[in-house]
């Protein structure tokens, strides 16, 4: 329906109507932007949660239980659902808000416009109805005054005793008001024939064309607003396949919390490695008495079992039970006590005393590259100065050079000291894996488990003697690893089981035929006890318990920093 046909008299409705429209796609746009606030907020929130709750240390640092990795994976699936609600706040905000602001300032410039058009041309009509109102009154006055011009014609014509002139001067107005209201009623005629005709117009055509304008951008108002709706929720729908992701990814992260490998890991983490205290002896310390029969029977115990305790006169050497010298290494209710720290690491047990040494070893010989480094670089300054004395003077820099070369010495003969001891420590480890063959059968380690190299114990019966031997290397790679096998160490009792260092994933299968290799499968996890020495060999440790070396290349190796010995 048009609403110049239909509403041709309901300009001012049709003013506040338009202007409602207006107000309303205003206050949807208002709706909008408290909205996509809202989803701002929302989503900072999140990310402050998120970011309240991650891990202030390196992930290296971090436990390694499955249900912590999985509520860290939780997290990170959290902050990309935070980044998608961020994604509906961008698209409400630039889609529906921004242009709705934009057009809401283009329907207020439109819509002034057409009632402006409108207003002019009702001021047209009104001043052509006030000209013909003007001139239909001009002809009534005219007609009255021509009126009483005849009245005095005819009673001074009929009048005998009024004189001639007075009868032609009356005679002369007469004619002259009659004419002036004939061309009265000519110009009234003229009038009111324009203001039909522009009446006509006003009714027919200009307001019908002013009231369709305004009527097509109500409707266009109407058809923005559907667009807008459209996009508040396509905006919410974009994001939704990647949020379900993020949530699948959080199912995920709860189907991998494994409690079984949970347990095996607080079990590496805390182990000792010692063996449970054995039983104590008795000692029997009435062997010098002299009895009767009737004085007990203590005297009665037969001489075969009395010379199985002892002879008399002795007391059982407690040095030789195996607890006794270890009794003082059993903290089960306390820590470890620390004992002072030395250059050499020799408080260490051996393999931590190894991997100390090996540490610092690799730290000088990154010093060492740098001062190397700074060397070359200096001389080749000292070249180009040199050769273009303009650029600066050689000699300025003789005193740095010289600094370097100092540094680099001694950071060489701390290198050499560090390597001595360590081949000390690795020479003696060797040395216990071959005494660990002719160890007593009794004190072997339990069925499938193999000993971690250099177990920690004062007592050589109560180490596991499983043998161990490295894969075959190259023998300029590690020539430490074939020591003398007669040689005996007097630190061989402060051994301490293999810490797990950290884990690897298999990238490929190994059969492991060689001696002291392990077997393993594809994309199984091992946990790390020693790490490559340069000769390609990783020595690990599956979850059965068994050890041995695999090869660096087949696995992918994360270490863990600030590990702690069992």
């Known amino acids: ?27 949807y746009a208002k709706f909008v932007k408290e909205r996509l606030d809202i989803e701002q907020n929302y989503a900072k929130q999140l990310r402050n949660l998120v970011k309240k709750y991650c891990p202030k240390r390196s992930k290296d640092e971090e436990p390694r239980f499955t249900s912590c990795l999985s509520f860290y994976s939780v997290l990170n699936e959290l902050n990309d659902y935070a980044g998608q609600r961020e994604v509906v706040a961008e698209e409400m905000a630039h889609r529906v808000y ?138 919410e729908r974009r994001v939704i396949p990647i949020i379900s992701k993020c949530l699948e990814g959080m199912v995920s992260a709860a189907k991998s919390v494994d409690e079984r490998r949970d347990s095996g890991i607080v079990v590496e983490s805390f ?32 001489k075969g079992d009395r010379d ?35 250059e050499d690491f020799s408080h260490l047990p051996p393999e931590q005393r190894r991997k100390r040494l090996q540490q610092r070893i690799d730290e000088l010989n990154k010093e060492l590259q740098k001062e190397m480094d700074q060397r070359d670089a200096l001389n080749k300054m000292k070249d180009v100065y040199e050769k273009n004395p303009q ?86 790679a590690h020539p430490h690893l074939h020591p003398d096998p007669h040689e005996f160490d007097d630190e061989f009792d402060d051994d301490d089981p293999l810490p797990v260092i950290g884990h690897c994933k298999a990238l490929y299968s190994f059969d492991g035929q060689n001696e002291g290799t392990l077997v393993m499968a594809e994309d199984e996890v091992l946990y790390i006890i020693e790490e490559d020495k340069g000769d390609g060999w990783t020595r690990a440790r599956k979850q059965s318990g068994e050890e041995g070396y695999v090869p660096t290349s087949y696995v992918d190796i994360t270490m863990e920093k600030n590990s702690k010995g069992s």
């Not at 329906?1 to 206050?27: A, C, P, V, Y």
């Not at 003077?393 to 360590?422: A, F, Y």
């Open 271 to 302: 182990k000792s490695g010692f063996d449970p205290p054995g039983d104590f002896p008795f000692e029997d310390f009435s062997q010098n008495l002299s009895r009767t029969g009737s004085d007990g029977t203590i005297t009665n115990t037969p």
């Open 1 to 27: 329906m048009s609403w110049g046909t239909e509403l041709w008299d309901q300009f001012d409705n049709l003013d506040k109507h338009t202007q409602w429209g207006i107000d309303f796609l205003e206050r």
């Open 391 to 476: 650029m600066g003077d050689p000699s300025s820099l003789q005193p740095k050079i010289s600094e370097t070369i100092c540094n680099m010495e001694k950071l060489r003969s701390e290198i050499h000291k560090n390597e001595t001891w360590l081949s000390e420590v690795e020479g003696k480890q060797s040395s216990r894996g071959d005494r660990r063959h002719s160890a007593d059968n009794h004190h072997h380690a339990p069925q499938g488990r193999e000993s971690p190299e250099g177990s920690y114990t004062d007592d050589t019966s109560q180490e596991h003697h499983t043998p161990h031997h490295r894969p075959k290397s190259p023998p300029s």
């Open 98 to 235: 921004g242009e709705l602001m934009r057009y809401g300032q283009d329907l207020k410039s439109e819509r002034k416009h057409h009632l402006q058009e409108g207003r002019k041309a009702q001021q047209y009509l009104d001043h052509c109805w006030k000209q013909m109102d003007n001139s239909k009154r001009k002809f009534e006055r005219e007609c009255k005054e021509a009126e009483k011009s005849q009245i005095t014609f005819e009673r001074l014509d009929n009048d005998i005793n009024a004189t001639k002139s007075e009868v032609e001067k009356a005679k002369a107005q007469f004619y002259l008001r009659t004419h002036m209201a004939d061309e009265s009623k000519n110009e009234y005629a003229a009038q009111l024939q324009n203001f039909n005709a522009e009446q006509w117009k006003h009714f027919n055509t200009a307001i019908p064309h002013i009231f369709k304008n305004l009527q097509d951008m109500d409707e266009r108002r109407t058809v923005k607003l559907g667009e807008t709706y459209r996009s508040f929720a396509e905006a």
């Open 308 to 342: 199985k305790d002892g002879a008399p006169g002795q007391r059982p050497d407690l040095k030789q039970h195996p607890m006794s010298r270890t009794k003082n290494k059993l903290w089960l209710f306390g820590k470890k006590p620390k004992a002072p720290s030395l």
